[in-house]
């Protein structure tokens, strides 16, 4: 029975609209070649949008995102444009609060061609996902820090209540991993235990979970330990789960390793609601060139059909998820059709082009 998802779009700053326009043109190729349907909304929020109406996250937008099946979502936020607070406009950080996206999906894939700064061994492969947890943690004081003339402080916070989620998250994605073939089945959870009394109880509460798969490899490493192994041998992570501060510090290393922020997607996702959106910012020292790197988008909306694929139990849709990610890497390794920032000289719409032409088979 075909199946229409409405997708709610947030275009968002920068080079935000110009590497949304070619992502939802390959969407709607690829969704046209298959019995379900994508019907986009593309609706206001951002920092122009501050900048003109002194709303970053109109009401009707977050409504129409709550009722959506999915939201994607581009860069947003501009330096030149904040709050009279001085903090930046970031209705992506509202959407996580507001729609409780705890589960902050990273994956680190090196594929063949990416300009890895890592000397990968002979016949390994990296592809883990960090999943970092993005409602609480250190973030949870998130500018509303104690601070006097002599002292600061901020407030880490770890809930059972979170916890018990986002590694139920971590262990079925391991599981949804190991039966695609991509991973052994294993989860680490990051911590720092050894230190802190919070940490001992994020773990504690880890190892409960760990009890329901048994099938799964549940393993635990320091954040410091993780930070030196992400380098020496990343090949080792399969599910990489962690508090909110750790999560973003490890991310951007990730996104190191494979080379850079223009092919890093990422998912923000909750008990009922998701929202797909690349690594990076607003870039807008390029915007309006036509020279941004469309990657990022086109996998982050790749990671919105696995999703949706799953939760409706619409295999097509994880087909077609995995196909257009295969399409995004024959095109990296082809070592054409990329974009400056990848090392190619190629524009926004030729590296999408080329990103339609591989799912076609032309590549
Ligand atoms: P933020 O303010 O959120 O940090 P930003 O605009 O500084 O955002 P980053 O995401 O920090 O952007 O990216 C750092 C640099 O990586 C950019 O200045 C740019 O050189 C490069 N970069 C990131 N994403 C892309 C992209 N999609 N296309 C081309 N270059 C990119
Ligand atoms: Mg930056």
Redesign the pocket.
């Known amino acids: 029975m075909s199946r229409s998802f409405d997708v709610v779009v947030f275009e968002g700053d920068?080079?935000g609209p110009e590497?949304t326009a070619p992502t939802l043109d390959i969407l709607r190729r690829v969704s046209e070649k298959s019995a379900y349907e994508l019907v986009f909304n593309t609706l206001p929020a951002g920092a122009n949008l501050y900048a003109k109406t002194g709303e970053s996250l109109p009401a009707t937008s977050l409504e129409a995102a709550r009722n959506a099946d999915a939201i994607l979502l581009s860069?947003m936020?501009?330096?030149n444009i904040r709050k009279p607070d001085g903090t930046?406009i970031s209705p992506q950080l509202d959407l996580r609060s507001e729609l409780d996206l705890f589960a902050g999906v990273r994956p680190v894939r090196i594929t063949p061609g990416l300009k890895t700064p890592l000397k990968l061994e002979e016949g390994k492969t990296v592809d883990f996902v960090l999943i970092r947890e993005s409602t609480e943690g250190l973030f949870y004081s998130r500018g509303n820090g104690e601070v006097n003339q002599d002292e600061a402080r901020e407030t880490l916070v770890i809930t059972r209540k979170t916890s018990e989620k986002l590694f139920k998250f971590a262990f079925n994605l391991a599981r949804q991993r190991q039966s695609a073939g991509q991973g052994e089945g294993r989860v680490t959870c990051v911590d720092k235990a050894n230190v802190f009394r919070a940490f001992a109880f994020f773990r504690d509460i880890f190892n409960g979970e760990a009890r329901h798969y048994p099938e799964l490899i549940a393993d635990h490493a320091y954040v410091d330990a993780t930070a030196l192994w992400m380098v020496q041998k990343p090949w080792f992570f399969d599910v990489m789960v962690t508090e909110n501060m750790f999560g973003d510090i490890l991310s951007d290393l990730g996104a190191g390793l494979m080379g850079?922020?223009?092919v890093a997607p990422s998912a923000d996702i909750g008990e009922n609601h998701a929202v797909f959106q690349?690594?990076?910012?607003?870039?807008?020292?390029?915007a309006g060139l036509g020279?941004?790197?469309?990657?990022?988008?086109i996998l982050s909306a790749t990671m919105m059909l696995d999703w949706l694929g799953i939760r409706h139990e619409q295999p097509e849709l994880v087909r077609d998820g995995g196909l257009l990610r295969d399409a995004v890497d024959r095109v990296i390794a082809s070592g054409r059709s990329t974009?400056?920032?990848l090392g190619g000289s190629s524009t926004t719409a030729d590296a999408a082009a080329a990103v339609l032409q591989a799912f076609e088979g032309a590549i």
Do not use: K
């Open positions: 920068g080079i590497i860069a936020g501009l330096l930046e850079g922020l223009g690349p690594c990076h910012g607003s870039v807008p020292d390029i020279i941004a790197n469309p990657f990022a988008m974009t400056r920032d």
